[in-house]
């Protein structure tokens, strides 16, 4: 492969530049408290409208996710373990793509946990 995108371009219609390289701190989520003291912390890359990255923080050991992105929506699988026992959770995820009030870039994921549906929210760190 020589230089051939991994995927269709797709980010023709964002309006929110490039996730490649931003970090995200999450600040809610439906699925467990969050510690504002040590949150989950999560790092992206973004090239051709392939997204992926990883996360660890809080109640996750560690966390890979690979997905891909249409204009300022993305699409995710993730897999992460549990600090409290171990436990490997899988699931899918879609987040829209929002503008902070301080410029900064804000992710509302929905996705399904335990058989239910679950909210998060990440916000850039600009800092």
Do not use: N
């Not at 809610?28 to 999560?42: G, L, Y």
């Not at 902070?100 to 929905?110: S, Y």
Request: charged residues 25%.
């Amino acid at each position: 492969m020589t230089g051939s995108p991994i995927i269709e371009d797709v980010t023709a219609t964002a309006t929110l530049p490039s996730l490649d390289g931003r970090r995200f701190r999450m600040v809610s989520s439906t699925t467990s408290a969050v510690d504002p003291e040590s949150p989950s912390i999560f790092e992206y890359f973004e090239r051709d409208g392939a997204i992926w990255g990883g996360y660890e923080g809080d109640t996750v050991t560690f966390g890979k996710f690979v997905g891909t992105r249409t204009g300022d929506t993305i699409w995710v699988s993730f897999v992460h373990v549990l600090k409290a026992d171990g436990t490997v959770v899988t699931g899918d995820g879609e987040s829209e793509l929002e503008l902070t009030d301080e410029g900064g870039i804000r992710l509302v994921e929905h996705y399904e946990m335990h058989g239910l549906p679950q909210l998060s929210v990440c916000e850039e760190i600009t800092a």
